[in-house]
């Protein structure tokens, strides 16, 4: 792992199945955008001939949480072509991405469409979807949820914290700012590029508020006094604690509009509909529920260590092969639970939707 | 991992790099069989339309034995349809390949066919291949190698040997060929759906001689000596050993032709070549010229290791998560080293290719 900023990506997901089981917070936010995808799957274009209709899942991670977006798109498309035509199902995510845990669930989870529909065939691309990594012209239905947030990569460090979103460095949030416009129109062409004539896209991802807010403090502040107190305990040194920045970005109602002219146009592809919401933080309401302060932190923390710890973890001396990694993984993991667990607030969770057309 | 024998099946190929380091056996084995997968590619009928040209790799592994021969069938299939038309190669294996490295290998090898041609995308698939897993009709060019000498499961144990080629055992050696006869009906019905019409399959594993004689003598009398002395040392049980299968087979000319009909026709397939040859052993020819058998007995143990190992280490008591695993793998191959270079001998591979292409 080189330790030059503009080489820290981000990393695919928590692998063995630990996305998986950590994710229900990107379940909760997803599931407002489910009725966008299944207007999609009611709507789109579709190909004449017989041959395959192709469904793109960008950013699938270990697969669990697509499975009910699609299988519910997958019913709808089934209505209109009959029993018989094939439906191709390509799950995308990073070339590290715990693909086994993807197949198997795929193969065995009781909610896979693959169980349910003989003529669906699955399969997987590991490529950054800042890339075209599918044929031109090939996809009809895309979907992609809670992917788009991460960036191709950190443009600088962050001085001031982990997450540029808290950051009061002007020149650091502006180089942020530029990387996420450059990656949003970046995403936006490519996927152009892939999808059918009629196709449809459909994006949920991290959001700001109308206040500008990105959410998670009390979460990122847990997190950020934990790591904190790794480096006074001299488990982390101050310098490995510097590199360390979640790729992320929040977009603003404007930073999703930026590309499309006054015709809501970019290139061939428009857009239909895009709506900023907030997600409901279900940890919280089980706390009012039960007061149980400890699980609302523990379920918090093991949402960050499925999905940002990874990330965090590259930036030990050694990268990702540092012998550290799994007691860095689960100090941190704690120590965060016990910060949260002492202060437990309600989470913001800005979200947006984003339904987009590729011109017939 | 269940002690039934029913369910002992094959285990992916050594993962994390394992299996592209240490599969020039299988490298020099296949090269043979490339001027087949050319001429397939030459004369194959391909599908009017631009959709994408599919090419499909059954039992990849981490890729790296893909790269030359696909690239060489992907150049001949670009003179035939220009530079623009899209070429898909979709690579399939068990649930638990190691994807990451297959993917690794694709998007970062110098000589990945990713990094020739812009036009050709790649995918994968994690399921087995006796099931259908692409859709019908939707493959133009099959490769298979090193793959279809792992049956889909083991029968039953063999009560004297790892290898059922060597087992005296009637009703094992009856169940065994029966599973490997039901197993190459059941890749050719599948492959037979998912074929374009007029497409091409070439396949390339492993076979018996004119002599009926398996191969890999001194090899397999290595590894089996070495299993005894774990017992004998009570690193393993005698009930694991008991357990322990390589659920593999070489199949003769009259297995390979036993669905096939006079007209050489098994459905849609027609055989159009059947030829079993000799692979060469380049680790003796190394070993003719260097004297190391050392080396030569560390390069065959590799070998095992990285393709028939895991599936062993399988039937350890707490199956595949058993924490003995490592230092069953490590020691195996150490001993099997040590008895194959106190008695190096030339290794007999006798090998298939069988050229198969649909009716049109």
Chains 1, 2 share one sequence.
């Not at 302060?293 to 918090?300: C, L, N, P, V």
């Not at 093991?302 to 092969?321: E, H, K």
Request: aromatic share 8%; hydrophobic share 45%.
């Amino acid at each position: 792992m080189s330790k030059d900023p503009g080489f820290i990506t981000p990393a695919a997901m928590e692998g063995q199945g630990g996305y998986n089981r950590s994710s229900q917070v990107q379940a909760a936010g997803l599931s407002p955008a489910v009725p966008m995808l299944e207007f999609a799957a009611r709507t789109v274009a579709l190909p004449a001939g017989s041959q395959p209709i192709v469904i793109a899942d960008y950013g699938s991670s270990e697969g669990r949480n697509s499975l009910l977006p699609l299988s519910a798109a997958i019913a709808i498309l089934r209505q209109r072509i009959g029993p018989d035509r094939a439906i191709s199902v390509v799950h995308t995510d990073l070339p590290e991405n715990d693909f086994s845990v993807l197949f198997d669930t795929l193969n065995t989870d009781p909610n896979s469409y693959l169980r349910r529909d003989h003529a669906v065939f699955a399969s997987a691309v590991g490529r950054s979807f800042y890339e075209q990594i599918l044929p031109a012209e090939s996809v009809t239905l895309g979907w992609s949820s809670w992917a788009i947030q991460w960036l191709s990569r950190a443009p600088s460090l962050i001085p001031d914290q982990l997450q540029v979103a808290f950051s009061r460095d002007a020149p650091t949030r502006a180089a942020f700012s530029k990387q996420a416009a450059e990656d949003w129109h970046q995403f936006l062409t490519h996927r152009e590029r892939e999808l059918t004539p009629g196709a449809r896209l459909a994006v949920m991802t991290m959001a700001v508020d109308a206040n500008g807010e990105f959410g998670y403090r009390p979460l990122l502040n847990a997190m950020y006094s934990s790591l904190v107190n790794l480096v006074d305990s001299g488990f982390l040194s101050g310098e490995e604690m510097r590199r360390m920045v979640i790729p992320t970005v929040g977009r603003s109602r404007a930073d999703f509009l930026a590309p499309f002219g006054a015709d809501s146009r970019c290139g061939l592809l428009r857009l239909e509909e895009l709506e900023i919401f907030l997600g409901e933080d279900h940890f919280w309401s089980d706390l009012e529920r039960d007061g149980d302060a400890q699980r609302f932190a523990a379920r918090w923390a093991a949402f960050s260590r499925a999905s940002v710890f990874p990330t965090l973890a590259g930036s030990l001396n050694s990268g990702r092969s540092d012998a550290r990694t799994a007691q860095f993984i689960e100090r941190l993991e704690s120590g965060t639970t016990v910060r949260l667990a002492a202060n437990p607030a309600p989470m913001l969770i800005p979200l947006a939707k984003v339904l987009l057309t590729k011109e017939l």
